[in-house]
T-cell receptor, first 117, second 114 residues
C-alpha cells in the first residue's frame, strides 16, 4: 500500500513565524502536491513537484514556497505565517510521468491542521 | 480549463435510503473524472474514477457513478446508505497540464441518520 505521511497532525504557530510542513511518500512517486482545504472551498492546489528540485505554482502559491531535495520528501514552507493561513494542509503523491490529463490516482496523507495565532 | 461543480454542500439521508451526490464538469476535452471520500480526521481516498473505458464505474463500498456526456455529469450513487458512509465527498477532474493535476469541487458532506 502507498503510504503518505505528514510530520504533524496539529500545529499551532504565531504570526510571523517560519513554518515547515513535511511530507514523505514511500512509493517512489514522481509527482507530489500540496493543497489547502477550507470549508466551502474544497481543495486548492498550492504547489506541486514533478521531479526532484522541480516545482510549479498551483492556484494559490502566494505566501508559500516548497522544497524537494529528495524524491520521497516534499516540504511546504510558510516564510512568515499569517492568520489567513490557518487551514488544513494536505499532501498527495502520484506516479504518472505523462504530460496532460491523466487517470493517475493521487494518494493523500492524513493532513496537518495548522492554526496561526 | 477544466472544472467541476458539486451541487449541495450538505446532503442528509436516512440509513437504507438512496445516496445521490451530484457533480457536473466543464471540460474542452474528454475528461477523466474522480470521486474521493474524506472520513473525519483523515486524508482523502479514491472511491472510483472514470477513464473512458466504461460509462458506469463501480467503486469501493458499494458506490458507483455514471458518466453522461450529454448532461456533462458524473453523479455518485449508492442504493442503500449506511451510517459508515457519513463523510465528505469530492468530485475532481484531471487537468490537461503537467503532472496529472486535479481540480476539485467544493465537496458535499453526507449525513446519514437513523
Amino acid at each position: 500500500d502507498v503510504k503518505v505521511t505528514q510530520s504533524s497532525r496539529y500545529l499551532v504557530k504565531r504570526t510571523g513565524e517560519k513554518v515547515f510542513l513535511e511530507c514523505v511518500q514511500d512509493m517512489d512517486h514522481e509527482n507530489m502536491f500540496w493543497y489547502r482545504q477550507d470549508p466551502g472551498l474544497g481543495l486548492r492546489l498550492i504547489y506541486f513537484s514533478y521531479d526532484v528540485k522541480m516545482k510549479e505554482k498551483g492556484d494559490i502559491p502566494e505566501g508559500y514556497s516548497v522544497s524537494r531535495e529528495k524524491k520521497e520528501r516534499f516540504s511546504l514552507i510558510l516564510e512568515s505565517a499569517s492568520t489567513n493561513q490557518t487551514s488544513m494542509y494536505l499532501c498527495a503523491s502520484s506516479f504518472s510521468l505523462l504530460q496532460g490529463a491523466s487517470t493517475d490516482t493521487q494518494y493523500f496523507g492524513p493532513g496537518t491542521r495548522l492554526t496561526v495565532l | 480549463a477544466q472544472s467541476v461543480t458539486q451541487l449541495g454542500s450538505h446532503v442528509s439521508v436516512s440509513e437504507g435510503a438512496l445516496v445521490l451526490l451530484r457533480c457536473n464538469y466543464s471540460s474542452s476535452v474528454p475528461p477523466y473524472l474522480f470521486w474521493y471520500v474524506q472520513y473525519p480526521n483523515q486524508g482523502l481516498q479514491l472511491l472510483l474514477k472514470y477513464t473512458s473505458a466504461a460509462t458506469l464505474v463501480k467503486g469501493i463500498n458499494g458506490f458507483e457513478a455514471e458518466f453522461k456526456k450529454s448532461e456533462t455529469s458524473f453523479h455518485l450513487t449508492k442504493p442503500s446508505a449506511h451510517m459508515s458512509d457519513a463523510a465528505e465527498y469530492f468530485c475532481a477532474v484531471s487537468n490537461t497540464g503537467t503532472a496529472s493535476k486535479l481540480t476539485f469541487g467544493t465537496g458535499t458532506r453526507l449525513q446519514v441518520t437513523l
